[in-house]
T-cell receptor, first 115, second 109 residues
Framework: DAGVIQSPRHEVTEMGQEVTLRCKPI?????LFWYRQTMMRGLELLIY????????DSGMPEDRFSAKMPNASFSTLKIQPSEPRDSAVYFC?????????????FGDGTRLSIL | GEDVEQSLFLSVREGDSSVINCTYT??????LYWYKQEPGAGLQLLTY?????DMKQDQRLTVLLNKKDKHLSLRIADTQTGDSAIYFC?????????FGKGTRLSVIA
């Protein structure tokens, strides 16, 4: 079975540019999560969706960040405009129904570098 | 709010046992998880334990849970160089998983 698929794996861009990260969750999973990982702050939950609806976006750092899930098989995380401090590894994860007792399955991440 | 604490680094010799510790705050957690992250990869679920258990064994892995002290540990027997990675403890309550900052395990040959 295919796992969570993220693209691109690596992104290098100049500050001020728009960045779009993409995620395809595991088929049949009802929950989708976006995380950011840095050395300083560890793993931070940015936002999560249930059945394509955003449930909690309190982790989204600023208005420059936005996330959408137009259908059950696709989600995007967009940063506009990007800044050097956004450099991090961004992970997408999905889990089946029953958020309290189902583990999350992670993609391999997008390593983002903003110059 | 919920919090999960782990030591940041652990170094062991190949063949020895590794013990990674974790403390958590949410007493309503029903499941506790251990994830492994290898370089350049995402987090991979290693094992989990239900909160009404105090021990779970899976091959070289032993998970111990002290619910009274809210303390979770992961023991890796006969540690190998391939076990070098970051290990994350995570808990769930009524919210998405709360992760610790991860323990970086270095195995010395």
């Amino acid at each position: 079975d295919a796992g969570v698929i993220q693209s691109p794996r690596h992104e290098v861009t100049e500050m001020g540019q728009e960045v779009t990260l993409r995620c395809k969750p595991i088929s049949g999973h009802d929950y989708l999560f976006w995380y950011r990982q840095t050395m300083m702050r560890g793993l931070e939950l940015l936002i999560y969706f249930n059945n394509n609806v955003p449930i909690d976006d309190s982790g989204m750092p600023e208005d420059r960040f936005s996330a959408k899930m137009p259908n059950a098989s696709f989600s995007t995380l967009k940063i506009q405009p990007s800044e050097p401090r956004d450099s991090a590894v961004y992970f997408c994860a999905s889990s089946p129904k029953g958020i309290g007792n189902q583990p999350q399955h992670f993609g391999d991440g997008t390593r983002l570098s903003i110059l | 709010g919920e919090d999960v604490e782990q030591s940041l680094f652990l170094s062991v010799r190949e063949g020895d046992s590794s013990v990674i510790n974790c403390t958590y705050t949410d007493s309503s957690s029903t499941y506790l998880y251990w994830y492994k992250q290898e370089p350049g990869a995402g987090l991979q679920l290693l094992t989990y334990i239900f909160s009404n258990m105090d021990m779970k064994q899976d091959q070289r892995l032993t998970v111990l849970l002290n619910k009274k002290d809210k303390h979770l540990s992961l023991r890796i027997a006969d540690t190998q160089t391939g076990d070098s990675a970051i290990y994350f403890c995570a808990e769930n309550g009524d919210t998405p998983l709360v992760f610790g900052k991860g323990t970086r395990l270095s195995v010395i040959a």
